[in-house]
């Protein structure tokens, strides 16, 4: 693995790494506590999880972390699940997001960009932004809001979704949240578990040059949510508050200085919500004080994150990653929201949005990257993306090709830029591995493991693999895993979603490498890996392969064990408009992955789908899909609140009833 591409696509210049956060932390952790002054970035990993608690103790000076009561020692009982972190110890995290707005320099400029579909840039500055936060918490302490209760957000990408958070996490309360996309069941099955005591609500919202009018919708979770005392109107479409709704507006008008409650380390901050493809949603809660230096490492760090930059992701309120945009402001970083449809007017709107804010880190999916690339769209000629430093992606792995088409569109127009493809999971909310901003970048690879992270490849036996697929396992705590599941009074639903397979080791359930030189390959979820005559292959392989073909639009591979000990690999394609399967592009596909995987990757069978089905944040189905071509029921094999279109998958349930 680690030989195939020897050179790398971008290096970094030495005015880049000199001026690195990462490169003078490292520095300061040598004289202050004896980290390693050479070897790198290697030699530093090494030190940070072989000195776990040093590293982390490093990490909350080098930030200024503020203890409203110190800590007894860095960590308690480290076990996992269970380890507990910085006990005795109390703080803020919205404290510490509001904090670059106490410098009067800085509170005339901006804390948040926001941008809808006309992609023309709305400025919060940092002053206004700690005055509503102070009059929203304090308005919340009225409405009888305690530490604990949970507060609730049906709200697009907007300053108000931000500011509705920072005051939840002001006052000690939980936030959680979904995108107005989600219809009724979706967010009752997410909302319903929790029992939010405050439901902040947009009347609608706009995507793709049309007006989505939510109404019906707040009032049907309104009639399903019993335990709400208040619900807070946002009238995005310009709509009167309905009856007994209290308006934003006047929720937000005082001008009120931000009071911060000082709550244990491990009080929860937010609830998240995974994919939840089979069953409810899990409810993973991470705590104030494990998310807040996690993402300082993270922002801070990995992504070189500052005062003078300008951080964009695309995102919605219903992932991980919004959450990690926010935390953006704990480096007194300017954060762009971009609330409207990732393609819109065109598939360039995403590097407009870049453009017009001034984006010095543009995060996005991988998925747009190859939109981009097919579109033949020329992001670095046809707009000044001159700020830009690191272009970022996640969501699914970013294929080889997806790594020299930015690489080429930024060579030939503003010179190289930096590429981190990174991956983690909202299980944490973080990564375990990506961006290292004084790394080489290799073609198809993730620079690192991060901080702190005791990332692994492991084979069945639970020994480490070098140059081998094995499962992504961390082996150490970090400090933003769940301290619970809601809902899971004796921990077991946590248990076995981590720590069934190897006790006391988090299985993640993704396949990768780990490379002679310490980089990291992605090669997709473990549960639904291709295990053909005893060889593991990743399914992004298959769909980078033959999603370069124009006709095809979408695919979705499906390995599944027979009862009589064989194994079927259907390919399901979607193509692309005007496109027919004929024998001739039957015959393409198959040739194209023979030449370009090997002749052990072609599929069983090439069957057209009418569309490819996926989770509401944009991940490709694949394990239910497996379950209904094993002859699972429907309604046994997926959670339909999970799915973008529950129809699609219809076809998948014939199709396994007919095989059986």
Not at 133 to 142: C, D, F, I, K, P
Not at 207 to 214: T, V
Not at 276 to 294: D, M, N, R, Y
Not at 388 to 410: I, N, Y
Request: with cysteine; net charge negative.
């Amino acid at each position: 693995m680690s030989s195939s591409n020897p050179s790398p696509l971008w290096k970094p210049d030495q005015q880049r790494i000199a001026g690195a956060q990462i490169t003078r932390f490292q520095a300061w952790a040598a004289e202050h506590h004896g980290a390693p002054a050479t070897g790198g970035y290697e030699a530093l990993h090494r030190w940070s999880v072989d000195e776990l608690d040093t590293f982390w103790k490093a990490v909350t000076e080098w930030f200024d972390v503020r203890f409203s009561t110190p800590y007894t020692r860095v960590l308690g009982d480290r076990s996992m699940p269970g380890a507990e972190w910085f006990p005795g110890a109390t703080l803020n995290y919205a404290e510490h997001a509001l904090r670059a707005g106490e410098d009067p320099e800085r509170a005339d400029t901006p804390a948040v960009l926001h941008a809808d579909e006309s992609h023309e840039p709305t400025p919060v500055t940092w002053a206004e932004l700690r005055r509503q936060v102070g009059s929203l918490a304090a308005e919340l302490r009225g409405l009888g809001v305690r530490p604990g209760d949970r507060v609730s957000g049906y709200l697009p990408n907007v300053p108000e979704a931000v500011v509705a958070f920072l005051a939840t996490a002001s006052v000690g309360a939980v936030w959680t949240s979904c995108a107005p996309d989600f219809g009724a069941r979706s967010v009752l099955d997410r909302f319903q578990q929790v029992e939010p005591v405050v439901l902040f609500t947009v009347d609608g919202y706009r995507y793709g040059g049309k007006e989505h009018d939510r109404r019906d919708t707040v009032a049907e979770l309104r009639g399903e949510l019993p335990t709400l005392r208040a619900v807070v109107h946002i009238p995005l479409l310009g709509t009167t508050a309905p009856e007994g709704a209290l308006e934003w507006s006047a929720l937000t008008a005082a001008d009120t200085a931000p009071v911060f409650e000082a709550v244990p380390f491990d009080h929860p901050l937010w609830v998240l919500y995974s994919s939840g493809t089979t069953g409810l949603p899990k409810a993973i809660v991470q705590s104030q004080g494990g998310i807040l230096v996690e993402h300082l490492k993270q922002a801070g760090l990995h992504c070189d994150l500052g005062p003078d930059d300008r951080f964009f992701w695309y995102t919605s309120t219903g992932w991980m990653m919004w959450n990690f945009l926010v935390s953006g402001l704990l480096t007194g970083s300017t954060i762009v929201l971009y609330d409207g449809s990732p393609g819109y007017p065109d598939t360039a709107a995403q590097w407009r949005v870049a453009e017009r804010t001034g984006a010095t880190l543009f995060g996005t999916s991988a998925a747009y990257v190859m939109a981009c690339r097919k579109a033949e769209v020329h992001p670095a000629r046809d707009f000044d993306l001159s700020r830009v430093q690191c272009v970022a992606t996640t969501g699914s792995p970013l294929p080889p090709d997806g790594f020299r088409w930015l690489h080429d569109e930024f060579a030939d127009a503003s010179g190289e830029v930096w590429i981190a493809s990174v991956s983690g999971g909202t299980d944490v909310c973080s990564c375990f591995a990506g961006a290292v901003p004084t790394l080489p970048v290799h073609i198809g690879e993730l620079q690192a493991p991060c901080l702190g992270t005791d990332l692994q490849s492991w084979d069945p036996q639970g020994k480490p693999l070098i140059d081998g697929v094995g499962e992504l396992v961390v082996t150490n705590p970090m400090p933003s895993m769940p301290i619970r599941f809601w809902n899971d009074p004796d921990g077991s639903r946590y248990h076995d979603s981590y720590f069934d397979t190897y006790p006391g080791v988090w299985r993640h359930g993704d396949w990768i490498t780990v490379t002679a030189r310490g980089s990291v390959v992605i090669h997709g979820r473990s549960d639904s890996t291709l295990n053909r005559q005893g060889v593991r292959m990743g399914s992004a392989d298959i769909y980078e392969a033959v999603e370069r073909l124009p006709e095809i639009r979408e695919s979705l591979v499906i390995g599944v064990e027979q009862p009589d000990g064989g194994y079927w690999m259907p390919l399901f394609i979607h193509l692309a408009p005007g496109a027919v399967l004929d024998d001739g592009l039957r015959d393409r596909i198959k040739r194209t992955i023979r030449e370009q995987l090997s002749p052990r990757h072609v599929p069983d069978e090439v069957i057209e789908v009418p569309a490819v089905p996926h989770t509401l944040t944009g991940k490709r189905i694949e394990v239910p899909v497996k379950r209904l071509l094993q002859g699972t029921p429907l309604d046994k094999a997926v959670n339909a609140g999970s799915v973008d279109n529950i129809e699609l998958l219809h076809f998948y349930e014939r199709l396994g009833r007919e095989r059986a």
